[in-house]
């Protein structure tokens, strides 16, 4: 407390005191004496409660900081979460196909035999071809069989087409047993490398589809 306020105070209080000429010099010497007894005192007061405030601010900066950390490591959790169910998902679904792709390809081979003893009889099978769905099959899920995919697609579609023209060549052919026989003959022989072409391009693709397999669910063939 300063010389001028103290003055101040002192003469504030001995307006409302009995008219003495020492008065004013009596309380402001009181004064004094209280402020430099208690001057230490405030000091030491303020010096720690700023002391305290700044510690509570820096608690409180901690504090904010730990709760941003906390919803960081909570984001980064659910992200992952989020990663590894989609991972899953993803392998259990490849699983799934990989076993429907394959039912596929049998279905294809059945699709050549009954073309084929149609063929035979001069008759057309009227099927639906189920080779475009193991095309898409693969193209979806499983861009690694390409290879293994399509070269069982050309020996497949390969038989179908000499089906077809031997079929063709045995309805021309009619009763006439000599045509029907020199029709048999012209695409016996080729038939038979046509069905071992398609047999292994099937065998070539069910060994790259275990391979997968494996890989998928992570295990040791």
Excluded at 50 to 64: C, I, N, P, Q, R
Excluded at 116 to 139: M, N, R
């Amino acid at each position: 407390m300063d010389q001028e306020t103290i003055q101040k105070i002192a003469t504030e209080i001995v307006k409302h005191l009995p008219d003495y000429p020492w008065a004013l010099l009596a309380v402001q010497t009181l004064l004094m004496l209280v402020a430099a007894a208690l001057g230490p005192f405030l000091v030491e007061y303020f010096k720690t409660r700023g002391k305290h405030l700044a510690t509570k601010a820096d608690f409180d900066e901690v504090l904010s900081q730990v709760r941003a950390n906390t919803e960081l490591v909570e984001t980064v959790r659910a992200e992952v979460s989020q990663k590894d169910w989609a991972r899953r998902e993803w392998t259990n679904l490849r699983r799934i196909k990989l076993e429907e792709l394959l039912n596929q390809m049998h279905e294809c081979e059945q699709y050549a035999e009954s073309r084929a003893s149609k063929a035979v009889e001069g008759k057309i099978w009227e099927g639906a071809d189920p080779q475009p769905k193991l095309d898409s099959l693969g193209t979806l899920y499983f861009p690694e069989l390409g290879k293994q995919i399509d070269n069982f697609s050309v020996a497949y579609r390969n038989q179908l087409i000499a089906s077809g023209a031997l079929g063709q060549a045995v309805i021309r052919a009619g009763s006439d047993n000599s045509a029907r026989k020199a029709a048999y003959d012209e695409f016996g022989v080729a038939s038979k490398d046509r069905l071992f072409r398609r047999l292994a391009a099937a065998d070539e693709l069910r060994d790259a589809a275990r391979e997968v397999l494996i890989k998928i669910l992570g295990v040791e063939g």
